[in-house]
């Protein structure tokens, strides 16, 4: 912890060194001529909102966070939209220096109620990329279902340590019956360890987790409507005040080591109902979790996509792979302030 905490210290004086000496400006404008950066949000959440949230810290930014980062992003770099994004590349041409492109991925509902506003008050456009099936779904995606189910276990075991057998029982259906006995401070990260592993499970193999998880049920006074996400009414008034939508897969299956019929059944529920409730062309795509291989590389450009998005950090430059764009992640704790936003975007830090 003490080794962390300094850490974080040597990279806040070094961002805020580097910030008001100009140096950061100066490599700015040199490391990005001619190139184009790819943001990448998630959810845009307030600080009461975020106390309640399900959802992993590291695809959280607060709004006042964000706000600030739109006017920083809007007097020093070149905010493009997806047309003129498109427009370049296809057109052979260098990016005007240090162009901006803003992405949100998922399709939470905070896009509209948070996000979208700001977007509108600085006059910003951006791409939001959608795994259709949850857009209007009431439910919680099987990430947040996860962390819910297993804090709010640890909440009535402490209550009523007579439902430690009960939930001991259950979860050794699924030899996860070990997570009760752990201490408080390394549950997090053990919970964490289990939502990494499931990645990697099919549908079907992760249900049965989950549904045994979900047989733990006990008293949740959370407020659950925070991880909710978007609806068609939502992202039709988003289109047509300029925001892009386009596909992150159906269901958000991992598409790297999964069969050519998975990944063509994803992007093509997603595409088309995209094309069905919106009336656009889906050129553009992003890969779940940002994982792809060679076969789902193939099976886009079988499917005539032309743009794919990864969570890859990097910059984008004339002659770069299309189907494998880089994009940088921006969450709470890698922009907490103007100097080290700028030094995450330019992979200083």
Not at 21 to 38: D, E, N
Not at 225 to 239: A, P, S
Not at 248 to 273: C, D, M, Q, W, Y
Not at 318 to 343: A, V
Request: charge should be neutral; charged fraction near 25%.
């Amino acid at each position: 912890m003490l080794l962390s905490r300094l850490k974080d210290m040597l990279k806040l004086i070094l961002a805020y060194s580097m910030y008001l000496t100009g140096i950061l400006h100066l490599y700015k404008k040199l490391i990005l001529r001619g190139k184009a950066v790819v943001i990448m949000y998630h959810r845009v959440l307030t600080s009461d909102e975020a106390e309640r949230t399900y959802s992993h810290e590291a695809i959280i930014v607060n709004d006042k966070l964000f706000e600030k980062q739109l006017a920083f992003l809007k007097k020093h770099f070149n905010v493009i939209d997806a047309i003129e994004f498109v427009h370049t590349i296809q057109s052979g041409s260098s990016f005007e220096n240090a162009a901006c492109l803003i992405t949100f991925d998922d399709g939470w509902i905070d896009n509209y109620l948070n996000a979208y506003p700001l977007l509108n008050k600085y006059g910003v456009s951006a791409v939001i990329f959608l795994s259709t099936d949850y857009i209007g779904y009431k439910g919680l995606f099987w990430q947040e279902r996860v962390r819910r189910q297993l804090n709010k276990m640890y909440e009535i075991v402490e209550e009523d340590h007579g439902e430690l057998k009960r939930f001991r029982e259950t979860l050794a259906e699924v030899d996860l019956d070990y997570l009760l006995g752990l201490p408080k401070n390394r549950r997090k990260q053990e919970i964490e360890r289990q939502i990494s592993d499931m990645k990697a499970l099919s549908a079907d193999e992760r249900n049965v987790l989950l549904n045994v998880l979900d047989s733990t049920r006990g008293r949740n006074t959370r407020d659950q409507t925070v991880d909710r996400f978007l609806d068609w009414e939502q992202v039709q008034e988003m289109t047509t005040d300029g925001i892009q939508f386009c596909p992150h897969g159906a269901s958000h299956l991992i598409l790297k080591g999964v069969s050519a019929v998975e990944v063509r059944a994803e992007v093509n529920s997603a595409r088309e109902v995209i094309r069905s409730r919106l009336g656009v062309p889906t050129l553009m795509f992003s890969y779940p979790n940002g994982e792809f291989d060679d076969n789902a590389i193939d099976i886009l450009k079988e499917q005539d996509v032309h743009y794919a998005f990864t969570a890859n950090r990097g910059f984008i430059r004339k002659g770069s792979c299309i189907l494998t764009l880089p994009r940088i992640n921006i969450h709470d704790s890698n922009s907490k302030n103007m100097p080290m936003f700028l030094c995450t975007i330019l992979g200083i830090i």
